[in-house]
Nanobody, 124 residues
Framework: VQLQASGGGLVQPGGSLRLSCAASGKTLDYLAVGWFRQAPGKEREGVSCISSSDGSLYYADSVKGRFTISRDNDKDKMYLQMNSLKPEDTAVYYC??????????????????WGQGTQVTVSS
């Protein structure tokens, strides 16, 4: 599976962005999908994921209530709607696909396929 992320950019605090990730080469239907982010000097962290089986969702506490993950299996795409953005959300965001979406938080090693990353900068 090849993943292509897009939609990042510069936004003011309180603003919104919608990240998209398009898959090619293989359907996403049977894979869990997730979004990770990595800020400078920090480890990559799981932001959100959605399972392939029952649509179970996970959100990190830091984004709960502000971010919404979704997937469109017909189009082999996934999305991350980010609202009420904060400066601490600044990072490179990566989309990924793997075997499952852990309800205690996705780990990078659990995901086999990765997009190239898209920069999100929240600053006034």
């Amino acid at each position: 599976v090849q993943l292509q992320a897009s939609g990042g950019g510069l936004v003011q605090p309180g603003g919104s962005l919608r990240l998209s990730c398009a898959a090619s080469g293989k359907t996403l239907d049977y894979l869990a999908v997730g979004w990770f982010r990595q800020a400078p000097g920090k480890e990559r962290e799981g932001v959100s994921c959605i399972s392939s089986s029952d649509g179970s969702l996970y959100y990190a506490d830091s984004v709960k209530g502000r971010f919404t993950i979704s997937r469109d299996n017909d189009k082999d795409k996934m999305y991350l709607q980010m609202n009420s953005l904060k400066p601490e959300d600044t990072a490179v965001y990566y989309c990924a696909a793997g075997e499952y979406c852990s309800m205690i938080g996705p780990e990078p090693e659990e995901y086999d396929y990765w997009g190239q990353g898209t920069q999100v900068t929240v600053s006034s």
